[in-house]
């Protein structure tokens, strides 16, 4: 032994700070692991394919401002599209309604993804 006389293990510690935890940067963080764990399962699947090009996108503007429309409705459909109703631009999107039903099914509303900046994160 090295003459300590306790273990950091045994140490009782202060109640934890919970102003230390960052809400943003975790979300952040699930989000690029998330991203990454994707990534590596692609390329499990393409093991043969060069993934020295590999390019992400990210999804169109309005998907966000219905993502925002779904979190603050809940997930409730008529309320949704009531709102999406009241801009024209959402509702010439072809897809704008399977994207909603997709979007309530896995329930994306619990998921606090509204101030996450995508195109930031990945370029960073």
């Given amino acids: 032994m090295m003459g300590n006389t306790t273990f950091v293990s045994k140490v009782i510690w202060d109640d934890f700070n919970k102003e230390y935890i960052n809400n943003g940067i975790e979300t952040e963080f699930d989000y690029i692991s998330d991203v990454i764990a994707d990534i590596l399962n692609i390329q499990k699947i393409v093991s043969s394919t060069n993934l020295s090009n590999f390019?992400?996108?990210?999804?169109?503007?309005?998907?966000?401002?219905?993502?925002?429309?779904?979190?603050?409705?809940?997930?409730?459909?008529?309320?949704?599209?009531?709102?999406?109703?009241?801009?024209?631009?959402?509702?010439?999107?072809?897809?704008?309604?399977?994207?909603?039903?997709?979007?309530?099914?896995?329930?994306?509303?619990?998921?606090d993804m509204t101030n996450l900046n995508e195109r930031d994160l990945l370029e960073a």
Avoid at 59 to 76: C, F, H, M, R, T
Avoid at 80 to 99: A, R, S, V
């Fill in 55 to 111: 390019y992400l996108y990210t999804s169109p503007g309005w998907k966000y401002d219905v993502n925002n429309i779904i979190a603050l409705k809940k997930g409730e459909f008529k309320k949704i599209i009531e709102e999406c109703k009241q801009l024209p631009d959402l509702m010439k999107h072809t897809n704008l309604i399977p994207f909603i039903k997709s979007q309530i099914k896995n329930r994306a509303w619990e998921k």
